[in-house]
């Protein structure tokens, strides 16, 4: 589990116009659009207006992460949603988010980000949301998926969610984990005709021969060189920090999608609605 620091927080509020303009010019999608389509929330959406969201700041384990309540805010009123930072953290928050009248409470403590809506009970966590929507994302800079190899690196719960998700859009797959022994573990997981279209045992350079379209869940940091990568290459990178050194980065910025909270968080409110 990556634990965000506030560098990668505290411009969210500020930028998040920008975010959304770079969103649109690389997948075609505003951050609404894209995760109203990977929530699956279908084409006639509830009004994010009348779902107040209550962003509750969790002081356990490591404590809070300044600029993280506020970015959740930021991104929740982005979308539409009537938002609040509750007065008091924790248990208080919780029950200020319920006396409020809240739909969705959003938190986060050491080990999940979750969405609950209070009404119905529905929990929604950020990993399979953010799977979804940065696969929506890489579909639409594809220009679809079927058929397609995509390159997952790192299969942790993020990397895991992630494989579901592009086996359900028909892509086939090819696992790269530094621990190999999580690339047979998945494989192994998965259903016997989806395991014919899973690759496994090949070091990054022969992954990346292979497909242009790349998936990085890992928390690697810099460890793919732009020599590495194929023209034409495709990146959607919700792994914290980015595998891609600054070079890559730089040369693929038109197709590279790599963001801390925003896709997640906007899916995780939309799957809390449905
Ligand atoms: O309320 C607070 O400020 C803190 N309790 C938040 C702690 C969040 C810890 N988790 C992470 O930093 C990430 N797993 C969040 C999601 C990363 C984006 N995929």
Do not use: W
């Amino acid at each position: 589990m990556t634990r965000l620091i506030a560098e990668q927080v505290l411009m969210i509020p500020e930028k998040i116009k920008e975010f959304d303009r770079e969103l649109i010019e690389k997948t075609g999608c505003s951050l609404k659009e894209l995760a109203s389509e990977a929530s699956g929330i279908g084409s006639a959406p509830p009004k994010p207006a009348a779902h107040p969201v209550a962003v509750i700041p969790v002081t356990a384990g490591q404590g809070t992460i300044k600029g993280f309540s506020e970015a959740l805010h930021a991104i929740a009123a982005y979308l539409g949603f009537p938002a609040f930072i509750t007065a008091a953290p924790d248990v208080s928050g919780l029950v200020e988010a319920y006396q409020s009248d809240a739909t969705i409470a959003l938190m986060a403590d050491d080990h999940l980000y979750a969405a609950i809506n209070l009404k119905t009970r529905r929990a929604t966590g950020n990993d399979e949301a953010t799977a979804k929507g940065f696969t929506t994302a890489l579909q639409k800079m594809a220009g679809g998926l079927k058929g397609k190899a995509v390159l997952v690196i790192g299969l942790g719960p993020l990397g895991t969610a992630a494989a579901q998700a592009l086996l359900q859009e028909g892509a086939d797959l090819i696992l790269y984990d530094l621990l190999r022994e999580k690339e047979a573990a998945l494989l192994k997981s998965c259903a016997t005709a989806e395991q014919q279209r899973i690759t496994t045992g090949l070091t990054l350079e022969q992954a990346l021969a292979r497909t242009h379209l790349i998936f990085d869940a890992s928390p690697g940091e810099a460890f793919i060189p732009a020599a590495m990568l194929p023209t034409g290459a495709i990146i959607s990178a919700p792994g914290l920090p980015l595998g891609l050194d600054p070079t890559a980065a730089q040369k693929f910025t038109d197709h590279l999608i790599h963001e801390p909270l925003q896709i997640g968080t906007a899916v995780m409110l939309f799957q809390a609605l449905i």
